[in-house]
């Protein structure tokens, strides 16, 4: 299983970006994909989950309405879209799959 995140970058209050989780090694379609975040001295969280199909995507309260995840199970890739940015969103995203699969991340950096 392989899990390669990538799209992160500085971006300034207010502005977007989309990251992207590229899997291999496992049958992508019928998985539940999930990202997460963790932000400079804090403990990972959850940032929202789809479902093998995307047609059942959850969001934390914090990113609702602002991120939008999705999937293309012929590239084998999660997308993060995100939105309004704001630098509470600041962190490493990662991309993770059940039985404790994790990428290494990508760096979020929203500042002016």
């Known amino acids: 299983v392989q899990l390669v995140e990538s799209g992160g970058g500085l971006v300034q209050p207010g502005g977007s970006l989309r990251l992207s989780c590229a899997a291999s090694?496992?049958?992508?379609?019928?998985?539940?994909m999930s990202w997460y975040r963790q932000a400079p001295g804090k403990e990972r969280e959850w940032v929202g989950t789809?479902?093998?199909?995307?047609?059942?995507?959850n969001y934390a309260d914090s990113v609702k309405g602002r991120f939008t995840i999705s999937r293309d199970n012929v590239k084998n890739t999660a997308y993060l879209q995100m939105t309004s940015l704001k630098p509470e969103d600041t962190a490493v995203y990662y991309c993770?799959?059940?039985?404790?699969?994790w990428g290494k991340g990508t760096l979020v950096t929203v500042s002016s």
């Open positions: 090694g496992f049958t992508f379609r019928i998985e539940v």
């Open positions: 789809i479902s093998s199909g995307g047609f059942i995507i």
């Open positions: 993770y799959r059940r039985g404790g699969y």
